[in-house]
């Protein structure tokens, strides 16, 4: 918290979207979950949860327990992004250096993360103009940036047969993927699920993201 001689944060806007930007600004994400008793709700505000047991696997081409339906994914290599900065302490007064090399979500999911693999044709980045700045709040809005940007650059949508599943396959956890690939098999953060209900058939949709490619665990648990 500033101090209240320094600056008073003042809201604009909603609630949800102060809580947002809130999040944007340091990397992370804010959401609502029910539970854990009824009539009552969980409020989660930080990094994206990338801990915990994974939820059953999703099964790609594998015989009988097949349960994705079809899936593809998709790999952004411009999408790491370094920050290589200068900016003017407001308490110091001093021209001091931002610099951002690696991304600090843990654990990491993949075996070859982008960035560090595609050095040095990773994309240089100025952090955003942002002036009254001390040091440390330079850093972390530059360390947000860096590991937003790789978040996203392995996203896998598809569909998945929730009967065959067994399960509801729900966001913001990590799931296991088997069948695709060394490339595209292992662990994934669950990034959003929409629902399609019919009589006698129940679909999810899914988007799965990690920061590159390569498994990192030696099997993924069904």
Known sequence: MPLPTDRIP????TDLNYLNTLAQRFGHVFYVTPGPAP???????????????????????????TNVESVSFQYNAL?????????????LNQALPVITFASTR?????????????????????LDDQPGLTIAQAYA??????????????????????????????????????????????????????????????KQSFTLTREGTGSLVPLVRP
């Open 141 to 202: 809005r530059a360390q947000a940036k860096t590991n937003a940007s790789t978040d996203n650059v392995v996203t896998a949508t598809g569909s998945l047969n929730a009967l065959q599943y067994g399960d509801l396959l729900t966001p913001r956890g990590i799931v296991g993927l088997r069948g695709a690939g060394f490339s595209y098999d292992g662990l994934y953060y669950v990034k959003n699920v929409t629902h399609s209900i019919k009589k006698g058939e129940y």
């Open 10 to 13: 003042v809201q604009r806007d």
């Open 39 to 65: 009539f009552q709700n969980t409020a989660y505000w930080g990094p994206p949860v990338r801990l915990g047991i994974p939820q059953p696997a999703l099964s790609v081409n594998v015989g009988p327990p």
């Open 106 to 126: 843990i654990p990491p999911l993949a075996l070859m993360p982008a960035l560090p693999f595609n050095l040095p044709n990773v994309r240089k980045s100025l």
């Open 79 to 91: 999408a790491p992004t370094m920050v290589l900065d200068v900016m003017q302490d407001s308490t």
